[in-house]
């Protein structure tokens, strides 16, 4: 995962610090990415029957839009 990269004499963003995860969920079909473990995003993950997997949509929480996730 890239961190967000920041201009000196800025201030860091909220999500520069933060711890970041991405998880498998696949009981929900679908990739996470977690900011301090709450769920900031996700992408839904389909097969295709021909071994490769499709993103067919994702999402992020408005309150995380913007940041590089």
Same mark, same amino acid.
């Given at each position: 995962?890239?961190?967000?990269?920041?201009?000196?004499?800025?201030?860091?963003?909220?999500?520069?610090? *933060?711890?970041? #995860?991405?998880?498998?969920? @696949?009981?929900? +079909? =679908?990739?996470?990415?977690?900011?301090?473990?709450?769920? *900031?995003?996700? #992408?839904?993950?389909?097969? @295709?029957?021909? +071994? =490769?997997?499709?993103?067919?949509?994702?999402?992020?929480?408005?309150?995380?839009?913007?940041?590089?996730?």
């Amino acid at each position: 995962m890239t961190e967000q990269a920041t201009t000196p004499g800025t201030s860091p963003t909220r999500t520069d610090e *933060a711890q970041k #995860t991405v998880t498998r969920n @696949d009981e929900a +079909g =679908r990739y996470e990415i977690l900011v301090e473990g709450a769920v *900031a995003g996700y #992408t839904e993950i389909e097969a @295709d029957g021909k +071994g =490769r997997v499709i993103f067919p949509h994702t999402e992020i929480d408005p309150a995380y839009k913007g940041m590089g996730l």
